[in-house]
């Protein structure tokens, strides 16, 4: 199995542990599967570089959620967008491309992108209840 393949098998793992935690009553308030959701989405960061489309960016973090066992749903926005306004914010991700305007790669600043990661706690209690509210409608419908 390739790194990557190992890596996407754990995070499956782990998000499937933690909506059975969920559904247990063990993480009433969603805080640990939104935690971990906002480390594994921020890893993939360096997969945006291609486009500074903010739709592409989005249909790459969903696709990812999907792959991971959440439900297709327009509400998967509400879980990637979260991350993409907290590094645009952190200045991870440069501004996405005006409408009209053709999409470019752009270069990953590793300095930024690691001192986002340091502060992750910080944006997912700034931006984390879209997170949260869109995970208890996915996780209802999924039922």
Known sequence: MTG??????????????LVESY????????????????????????????STDKADQHRVLEAYLVELGLPQSPDLQYLAGPILWY???KHVL???CAEGVRPVAWSLDQRLFEEGRRT???????????????????LAEQQ
């Open 87 to 89: 590094a645009r914010e």
């Open 4 to 17: 990557d393949a190992s890596r996407r098998a754990a995070d499956a793992g782990r998000v499937r542990s």
């Open 23 to 50: 559904r247990n009553g063990e993480d009433p308030d969603l805080s640990e599967l939104s935690r971990a959701l906002w480390e594994i989405l921020y890893a993939l960061i360096p997969l945006l570089t291609a």
């Open 120 to 138: 992750l706690e910080e944006g997912r209690l700034a931006f984390g209840d879209w997170m949260t509210n869109a995970l208890r409608g996915l």
């Open 94 to 96: 440069p501004p996405p």
